[in-house]
């Protein structure tokens, strides 16, 4: 079974802070993404990547960037974290037909 | 831009069918729908090509018109573990990435 892992459940951070989610897939997949799920909005796509090193942004990429040194690992990084960024925040990663997706990491910044 | 589900919502009693339909304002390369019960991540249900095709299992099943960009998904008979949220997924040819629908959320009742 394809595995797609995110490094934490649940975490709560202050404004101001610098958060980095972490997502492992375990596949070999070379797509992979970051959504955020947000009530009546669906999941918006704020960053995703074809390859190692390559990077291309989403709908909704401001305040966020991401890193991806290894194929299997693709991290988002909130610099400066705000209460607006609070959400449900979903790692995936695609074949050409489907695509699988974390638990999640539900993040609250205060 | 992402495409626009309709219903936003649904109440079902068991045994009942519904339509969900999805509809993007692009050229289309293919429709993916996806399925996520509370505090789970989003389960891939089926994919549908260009071409106009027509997949199904169990009493789940799928439409795509080309011509008009539209998606439904049919759900026959509903049961109870149908419950949950329905997001479509759409890709444009050569993109690699799905942008998400808002979600239909789908309650089935006894």
């Known amino acids: 079974d394809v595995k797609v892992t995110q490094s934490s459940r649940y975490l709560v951070k202050r404004t101001g802070e610098k958060v980095f989610l972490e997502c492992v897939q375990d596949?070999?997949?070379?797509?992979m993404f970051w959504y955020r799920q947000d009530p009546g909005l669906g999941l918006r796509l704020i960053y995703f990547?074809?390859?190692?090193?390559?990077?291309e942004k989403g709908d909704i990429p401001e305040g966020y960037s991401v890193s991806r040194e290894k194929k299997e690992r693709f991290s988002l990084i909130l610099e400066s974290a705000s209460t607006n960024q609070t959400s449900m925040y979903l790692c995936?990663?695609?074949?050409?037909?489907?695509?699988?997706f974390g638990p999640g990491t539900r993040l609250t910044v205060l | 831009q992402q495409p626009v589900q309709s219903p936003q919502a649904v109440i079902l009693r068991e045994g009942e069918d519904a339509v969900i339909n999805c509809s993007s304002s692009?050229?289309?390369?293919?429709v993916h729908w996806y399925r996520q019960k509370h505090g789970e991540a989003p389960v891939f249900l089926m994919i549908?090509?260009?071409?106009?095709e027509q997949k199904g299992h169990d009493k789940i099943s799928a439409s795509f018109n080309e011509k008009k960009q539209q998606s439904s998904l049919y759900l026959t008979a509903s049961q109870l573990s149908y419950s949950g949220t329905y997001f479509c997924?759409?890709?444009?040819?050569?993109?690699?990435?799905?942008?998400f629908g808002q979600g239909t959320r789908l309650t089935i009742n006894p």
């Open positions: 995936a990663s695609k074949t050409p037909n489907e695509q699988f």
């Open positions: 596949m070999d997949h070379e797509n």
């Open positions: 990547s074809y390859d190692v090193k390559m990077k």
């Open positions: 692009k050229a289309l390369y293919s």
């Open positions: 549908l090509l260009k071409g106009g």
């Open positions: 997924g759409t890709e444009e040819l050569g993109a690699q990435k799905l942008v």
